[in-house]
């Protein structure tokens, strides 16, 4: 069920949503076993940011009947350590490599950019506008015209695909959409999480150590669906779906809502080859039903 996706040939429609599947942890737990099986047509690498980061104090978690609440706080090695310890790694998977990236300001995106730019081993940029959890990273994401303006400084800084992470906490989002498209953007994905909060049942403190976080699982899905809906009737270029996808049928119903391929995310921390089953599962039902 091979699709192409901004000239990039996939073997089918799944990936994983950034953050989600730390294919440096998956290998050390399955061995070689994960090359044979990885679980995704293209692999999604956790935010880079130009410094390293240690991310938000405890607790991340909140667990949720339907979900979860993270308040990570993009802890990472940097741009530096990233390139040093973990491109080699992630170059050797079977896969197309997108490397998501995310600035505290247009001119540090522009640098992760340019950096990666010149990278052979990286496929494809993601640009996440989108994190609930630090507060300049909403700004961008949230605004249509700061959205362009990042997209137009970043735009000539590469040839490779550029997609633009969106985020759900924004008023209008289907013009936050069409203001990356106009920019350049080559495609979009959507939604992160939507934010949220939990209070310690005995204190009554917020529970996260960020105070608020950002939902995601079974409990957005229908968010998700209702945004990659409107979004796809504002836009020409693709859009990567996700938000609670755990079947098949979720997959199918954010294609036929308009995506042309789907991510697989908080599903994937429950059972780690999630990715495959969704992608046999959708496969099967693309081969009964229309889109
Ligand atoms: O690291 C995080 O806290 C985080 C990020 Br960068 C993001 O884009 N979305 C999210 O829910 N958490």
């Given at each position: ?15 994983n949503?950034?953050g ?8 050390r737990a ?20 130009l ?40 170059a ?17 995106v ?14 494809a ?11 300049t ?20 800084l ?19 959409a069409?203001?990356a498209e ?9 939604i ?6 939990a209070?310690?049942?005995?204190t ?14 079974a409990?957005?899905?229908?968010v998700?669906?209702?945004q ?9 270029i693709?859009?990567v ?25 908080t599903e ?9 089953r969704?992608a ?12």
């Amino acid at each position: 069920m091979s699709v192409g996706f901004c000239g990039i040939e996939l073997a089918h429609p799944v990936i994983n949503g950034s953050g989600t599947f730390d294919a440096i942890a998956a290998h050390r737990a399955f061995g070689d076993e994960l090359f044979e099986r990885f679980p995704f047509a293209a692999f999604v690498s956790k935010t880079v940011t130009l410094q390293e980061r240690q991310g938000n104090p405890p607790p991340r978690l909140w667990e949720l009947p339907g979900g979860l609440i993270n308040s990570i706080g993009l802890p990472n090695k940097g741009l530096d350590g990233y390139l040093e310890h973990d491109l080699g790694f992630l170059a050797t998977l079977p896969v197309p490599l997108i490397v998501n990236v995310m600035g505290f300001s247009r001119e540090e995106v522009a640098q992760l950019v340019e950096a990666f730019a010149e990278r052979p081993e990286v496929s494809a940029l993601e640009l996440n506008v989108s994190c609930p959890n630090v507060e300049t990273g909403l700004v961008m994401g949230a605004d249509p015209d700061e959205t362009a303006r990042l997209v137009d400084r970043v735009r000539p800084l590469t040839d490779k695909p550029l997609i633009v992470k969106l985020t759900p906490n924004a008023t209008d989002v289907p013009a936050v959409a069409r203001a990356a498209e106009h920019a350049g953007a080559d495609a979009l994905s959507l939604i992160n999480t939507v934010k949220g909060m939990a209070l310690d049942p005995k204190t009554g403190a917020p529970w996260l150590g960020g105070t608020t976080g950002g939902v995601s699982g079974a409990a957005v899905r229908a968010v998700a669906l209702a945004q990659v809906h409107a979004v796809a009737q504002a836009v020409e270029i693709p859009i990567v779906g996700m938000g609670g996808v755990q079947t098949g049928q979720d997959a199918l119903d954010l294609m036929r809502a308009g995506a042309a391929l789907v991510a697989v995310g908080t599903e994937s921390f429950r059972d780690p080859a999630a990715g495959s089953r969704v992608a046999s599962e959708l496969v099967e039902l693309l081969a009964n039903t229309a889109v």
